[in-house]
């Protein structure tokens, strides 16, 4: 099983959710999921993700250091299982980009989770709360699609 997780630029909320899920599996011992980040805009490409993000994941234990920013690709229709998009902006841009003959099933970072409705707010025109913040959801969204999706598609 392949999950994506989109924000805009795929420097705060997207692999601040891809660091997450990536060391949730492993605490669950789960290791036939794969993980990925990217970013539905091309403006930092190669770059790792914000100082900001990376101080409050660090303070939780989570390292995001070898993450790059990237931008999605059509392939990524068809690589993987599930993308979730941080919020509707993102979703929408998605749906535009999606071939109609993918596989990929596009969703909301929070479909799972009992703040359904809800997106991840982008952190990066505010303080230090806001990365926490996302942190906090994006450890909930893990947890919520880990018993939703990986539980019952165990191999």
Do not use: W
Not at 18 to 25: A, E, F, P, R, Y
Not at 72 to 98: C, G, H, K, R, W
Not at 123 to 134: I, S
């Amino acid at each position: 099983m392949k999950l994506l997780f989109v924000c805009l630029g795929n420097i705060c909320r997207s692999p601040t959710a891809h660091g997450v899920m990536v060391k949730q599996l492993a605490d669950a011992r789960i290791d036939f999921v794969e993980v990925d980040s990217a970013g539905t805009a091309a403006y930092h490409i190669g770059n790792p993700p914000d100082s900001r993000t990376q101080a409050a994941a660090e303070r939780r234990g989570y390292d995001l250091s070898g993450l790059r920013a990237r931008q999605v690709t059509p392939e990524d229709f068809y690589e993987f299982d599930y993308i979730f998009a941080m919020d509707e902006s993102n979703l929408n841009d998605l749906q535009q980009l999606q071939p109609e003959e993918s596989k990929a099933r596009l969703l909301l970072a929070l479909a799972f989770s009992a703040e359904r409705g809800s997106t991840v707010p982008d952190p990066y025109y505010g303080g230090e709360k806001g990365f926490d913040d996302v942190l906090d959801l994006c450890e909930t969204l893990s947890q919520d699609i880990i018993k939703s999706i990986v539980r019952v598609e165990t191999p």
